[in-house]
């Protein structure tokens, strides 16, 4: 069963990570999917990377779907016109917009207050992170407005606490905000908005930085205990998948979901068997109560080295 056979998908931001899971999971629910980002065979990451937008297309099709490989940098409105142009000749329609664009990597310095931050870094960060989704989001959107679409908004938590840097905070909790004014602004023509979060994602780069594999990940938790409730980007993908099947999904809109409430709502598991549930095991192992936490946030946080260290907080 393919719920979503005969829609069109775009994933910006689906060279690796969590817009490569998504990507792949949206292929095994059928749909077509342009996977979107800069880097290519011909053009390799800047981060030293091996994944290709063509890697993930390949993906998506022996998942089950159909995948579309399309160079483009989400900061620059005319490479994102010309994208949404070629989707409309193409298919008529766009049924989905995941926007995952981030690039902030290498931007964020853990540890240090505001007034001593990089201030071009942080430019960067907000260029990347904020405001290619605003200009992938303008373009698109009359394009799914005849197809009453949906956007999904990828962050990184589901609430206002400190995540450790200011313009890290300031790009995931404006994505989840931005989430919530589009589905205002959109509430009238048909396409909804929902901000979605994974839990402690075990992505190529985290897999990378404990020196495992898929195959031997739990290896990595006698460098991180945590690591034993990482998720891999699948998961979260298969949530999204499901929440763009849901027949009651205006009840969502405007709101803001973790992989791991919906999974056990839409009763999904992990692409390995597993379901974990990175809300549960933060607040068994860490005694969270919801109350006066930003100071063990802080220290569970700054010496994460990358986002992907640590992804949320329930």
Known sequence: MQPLKNKIALVAGATRGAGRG???MLGEAGATVYCTGRSTINNPSSMNRPETIEETARLVDRWGGKGIPVRVDHTEEEEVKRLIDKISRENGKLDILINDVWGGDRLTEWGKPFW????EKGYKMIRRAIYSHLITSKYAVPLMMKNNGIIIEITDGDNYYYRGNLFYDLV???IIRIAFIMARELRTKGVMAIAVTPGFLRSEAMLDHFGVTEENWQEGTEKDRDFIASETPFFVGRCIASLCSD???AQKNGRVFSSWDLAEEYGIDDVDGNRPHWGNYFEKTYNYKGENC???FYEF???GPIEVIMSDWP
């Open 247 to 249: 027949g009651k999904l």
């Open 22 to 24: 998504i990507a792949c």
């Open 172 to 174: 995931k909790t404006s």
């Open 301 to 303: 946080w700054k010496n």
């Open 116 to 119: 001593e931050l990089n201030l």
């Open 294 to 296: 930003n100071d063990r």
